[in-house]
């Protein structure tokens, strides 16, 4: 497994390096293969060879922990803290957090003091409102509010746009941006600039870290 792995990371290495776009790597599910400190131990060796090809290249890995309450039971890393440690004991520029706002308030809440204790391991972030996972003001998080500590913190990446549209058609696209505007609005005129906001499939992702 570790090595199909690190072969994908190669050939991802070489397709998104034109592009200067990062990678997304998550950790599959196998709670019920081995136990949780063995798991651990496996995904911190395996990524640490990912970031050594990665390095090079200035490319950067993002892990994304998933919630395991609504989308994906028993999946292994399922809070920010449990991704900063393994981030923390990886310890390569290379490897970081994909931060989920929708996982988030599933998981644990309290987005914006968990995005404060990770920070520093945070290089993605994507969007989606819940419940129903679709785009901002469609459900219980104050958009407006995480958007104005993300730009105060100086973020200058990409807001990935991980959700459904809450509408079918032109409509639903036009709510979609609609709901961007508004909750971009949060200094009384428009502040992110067009094209911050980015469909999450434009990320490359490259599939599962080996964990047993």
Same mark, same amino acid.
């Given at each position: 497994?570790?090595?199909?792995?690190?072969?994908?990371?190669?050939?991802?290495?070489?397709?998104? /390096?034109?592009?200067? *776009?990062?990678?997304?790597? +998550?950790?599959?599910?196998?709670?019920?293969?081995? &136990?949780?400190?063995? $798991?651990?131990? =496996?995904?911190?060796?395996?990524?640490?060879?990912?970031?050594?090809?990665?390095?090079?290249?200035?490319?950067?890995?993002?892990?994304?922990?998933? =919630?395991?309450?609504?989308?994906?039971?028993?999946?292994?890393? @399922?809070?920010?803290? &449990?991704?900063?440690?393994?981030?923390?004991?990886?310890?390569?520029?290379? *490897? /970081?957090?994909?931060?989920?706002?929708?996982?988030? &308030?599933? =998981?644990?809440?309290?987005?914006?003091? =968990?995005?404060?204790?990770?920070?520093?391991?945070?290089?993605?972030?994507?969007?989606?409102?819940?419940?129903?996972?679709?785009?901002?003001?469609?459900?219980?998080?104050?958009?407006?509010?995480?958007?104005?500590?993300?730009?105060? /913190?100086?973020?200058?990446?990409?807001?990935?746009?991980?959700?459904?549209?809450?509408?079918?058609?032109?409509?639903?696209? $036009?709510?979609?941006?609609? +709901?961007?505007? +508004?909750?971009?609005?949060?200094?009384?005129?428009?502040?992110? /600039?067009?094209?911050?906001?980015?469909?999450? @499939?434009?990320? &490359?992702?490259?599939?599962? *870290? +080996?964990?047993?």
């Amino acid at each position: 497994m570790r090595r199909r792995i690190l072969r994908k990371i190669v050939v991802t290495v070489l397709r998104v /390096k034109p592009v200067s *776009c990062a990678a997304s790597v +998550a950790v599959r599910n196998a709670f019920h293969r081995l &136990q949780h400190g063995y $798991q651990t131990a =496996n995904v911190i060796e395996t990524l640490k060879r990912a970031s050594e090809i990665c390095e090079p290249s200035g490319l950067v890995m993002v892990g994304e922990p998933l =919630n395991i309450y609504r989308d994906h039971p028993e999946f292994f890393v @399922s809070s920010n803290n &449990q991704m900063y440690a393994l981030m923390k004991a990886v310890g390569s520029p290379s *490897c /970081k957090i994909l931060y989920d706002i929708y996982h988030t &308030q599933v =998981n644990e809440g309290n987005i914006i003091p =968990n995005m404060d204790a990770c920070w520093d391991e945070v290089a993605y972030i994507q969007t989606g409102d819940h419940p129903g996972r679709k785009e901002p003001t469609t459900g219980e998080i104050n958009y407006k509010n995480v958007f104005r500590h993300i730009y105060g /913190k100086g973020y200058k990446g990409i807001l990935g746009m991980e959700h459904g549209n809450s509408k079918p058609g032109r409509g639903g696209e $036009q709510a979609v941006i609609d +709901a961007y505007a +508004a909750s971009d609005n949060f200094l009384g005129a428009r502040v992110v /600039k067009a094209g911050i906001f980015s469909s999450a @499939s434009t990320i &490359q992702h490259t599939g599962s *870290c +080996a964990v047993d």
